[in-house]
Structure formats: C-alpha cells, structure tokens
C-alpha cells in the first residue's frame, strides 16, 4: 500500500476522493503525528435562511438573555376539502376555531405568550423562496375572539379522542363576525366554488406571537398534521351540530416568519460581532442560533502552507466545538450541528464536505452530553486541500443542523479564550510519506 501511496496522493484531484481517511500505517518507519494548534479564523454572523414548504414551522416568543427577543410566526394557506361548498339554507355560524398541532418546544413553558392572528392581504407565491425574514402584506384586526389568546405549551400533554391517543393541539377561537362574513355568507358562491378561486378570495392567516415578560417558548407546529385546520361549527335549517374544516396539506403554501429584532437585546459581545462587525472577542466565545438567527465562520488560514512541499496522509481531522457555559435550563444547545461551504457569502448552493458522503455516523456533528462538545470528522476535506494546490479554501459555514425547524442556540468557546484546553480547534493525526 505505502509503495503505490506517493503515486495515488500526485494523482488525486478530485473531492470525493477517500485517500488518506483513517489510514493505521504498520511501518516503524510511518510515524503518526498529531497536532491541534493550526490556526483557525472564526467569527458569528447573522444567517438568512429557507423556511418555506417545512416539515414543521415555529410559533412562539422567547426574550433570551444572550441572543436576545425572537418573536416567530406562521403564515399559511387553507384550502377547501370539497368543491362548491354549500353551509344550506339559513347556515348559521357557531363558532370558528383555528387548531393547531405541535411536536416539542424550545424554552420555557411555565411562561405563557399570546398568539395573534391575521388574514392575510398578500398571496403566498408557490414560485417564490420565501426566508425567516420574509412577510407578507396583513389586514391590521386581530381575530382571535379574545384581546390577548394566552398560550400555555403543554408539550408533555397528550390529548385523547375516542381512546387514540393525539399529539398537543391549541385551540384559538376566532371571531365569529369574521368566519360569518368571510365563509358562511359565501356558500355556494364561485368563491367556494374551488381551490383556485377560493385562495384568491382567501390568501390564508398570519399567526404570530407576542411576548409576556422573560424567558417565553417557541413550539413545533405541525401544520400538515390532519389536527391543523379552520373548522367552522354550524347549524342550517336542517341539521344542528354541522362542521366544515379548511384543511392545511402538502399543496398549502406555508412559511416561517422571524424577527431577531435585529439583535437589539443580545449579549455584548454577540452584538459586536454581528452588529458592529467588530471581532474582537472571538477568541473567548462564539454563537450558533437556529431559526435563521446566527452562524459561525471558520477559516483555516495557513493549512496549505503547514505542510507545503511535503507528502503526507492525513490519518485523521477533526473540528472541535466545546460548549461555553453552563446555563442552559430552558435555552438548551443544540441536539446536532451542521457544517458546509459556500463559493460565495450570498444566499447561494451549499456544499457538504467529502466526508458528508460516507454518512452521519463518520462525519458526527451529535451533541456529546458527557464531554459538552461536538466534533467533525473532516479528514479528506483537508487532505483534498493539502494535494490539490488549485483547490481553494472556502470559508465554512458552522450551523444548527435542520436550523428552520428548530429554535436552539449554542455559545461555545473561541479560538484563544482563558480557559485554552476548551478552544475552537482542529485536531489533525498524520504521518509524512518519504519518496
């Protein structure tokens, strides 16, 4: 293997190559080596990202002590279930309720925030991305039937119907002016007529909410759960007791709409980096934040240049995130990271390491418990980098894995802080191959 070595390390160009992954050289004459202190550049950036079409959308409010207010809401198309929706004769409208299906929170529960709730006066576009900063035009009255709907997230509480257990729902009585107007005074009308005519008539709801005091929560709507709908309760001339539900399914145009508030509220040294661009702390600590909130970029500087005209196999890197802190009652880190490149700062195509490629379990990014880290296997990455001298550096870009779904955040150690055993570092085992 070690002779044909220096011929397959000249040859290979190419990313996905696997040379050098976890070699265990058997010569006396291949010594490993190990380094951790290659240079590293990191700094905390605001992030931009997708949040249309989710598997879950977040709703809630949080004031959080370091990264500051998030206040996070949905906006949502409801499609008609039937065609040329007819209430009856004499359809009077009982009540209206807007439910809503939740899978797990980030935050605290025992603090209550109010949800809001809004038609809305803008179409969501099926052709456009829409991201954690946008939204859309709303009409200003609140239809929630009270001022201020409380909401109490019970994420351990499982509701039972007809002895089948269900996910936690809320449920947010609406207006009855506004389900009377806007639906039942419309049966059979072309409005009801079908979908296309009905979300023209009806561009769906805005559902945000609004913080009460400290700490807060945000939950994990499920909104294509059959649980998430507009119901309608009514009775006609005919029957009592009749119900109609406006469904959210994969066809409904949906996103996730947050406001960090532009880091007003947040930590000194957060705000620096982000705000005022000033990176003068980032050896003591670094940030992480979902919900298009934060990222981190980390730069090996001097990579190429550490084993310049040399011949050697990378045995093993990895990229070292140590947790900062120990505060995390109800603002808990992440359960995973993320780690890609981009060729550009812009909102383009990002690329996943080599290493990504051979799975989940090689590649890490998992949250250890017992030693407060993560770490990366990023070894044919840096081996590309150190063969190929045309191959270029990119920034990486350090997120929270699935960071539209989720609400964590993370401040973990710098590149040079007090406490140095616990800094930001890559921890490299090689072995030079002579000619």
Known sequence: MFVLLPFLLLACKEEENIVGADLQPNSEKYQLQFT???????????????TGQMNLNLLGFVADPIFGKSQVGICSQFRLSVTALDF???AVLDSIVLTLSYEGYFGDTLKPFIIRVYELDEGIDENKTYYNTSLLAYKPTNLTAATDYYCYPTPQTINKADTVSKKPVLRIPLQNTFGTQKF????????????????????????????????GSIIYVNMLNP??????????????????????????????????????DA??????????????????KLFVQ???????????????EMFKDKKVVI????????????????FYQPPALDLYYKKDMSLTTAYYLPDYKLGAA??????????????????????????NDTLKAYPLHLVVKGAATKANRLIFYGTNPATYENRLRLEITYVYIDN
């Open 36 to 50: 951790d202190t290659s240079s590293i550049n990191a700094y905390s950036v605001i992030d931009t990202i997708a």
């Open 88 to 90: 009856g004769q004499e």
């Open 184 to 215: 039942i005074e419309k049966s059979n009308t072309t409005e009801l007529e079908n979908n296309e005519n009905f979300l023209k008539y009806f561009k769906g709801l805005y559902i945000v909410a609004e913080g009460v005091g400290e700490n």
């Open 227 to 264: 649980l998430s709908n507009l119901t309608l309760y009514y009775h006609n001339k005919e029957k009592n007791a009749l119900k109609h539900s406006f469904v959210v399914n994969d066809k409904a145009m949906r996103f996730t709409t947050i406001n960090h508030f532009n880091y007003a």
């Open 267 to 284: 930590d000194g040294s957060l705000k620096k980096q982000l705000i005022d661009k000033d990176y003068s702390e980032t050896e003591e």
């Open 290 to 304: 979902a919900s298009g909130g934060v990222k981190t970029i980390v730069e090996f500087p001097y990579i190429k």
């Open 315 to 330: 045995n093993k890197a990895e990229l070292v995130i140590q947790r900062y802190g120990d505060d995390y009652t109800f």
């Open 362 to 387: 090689y590649f890490g990014g998992d949250y250890n418990t017992s030693k407060k880290e993560y770490r990366f296997r990023i070894t044919q990455y840096i081996q590309n980098l150190i063969m």
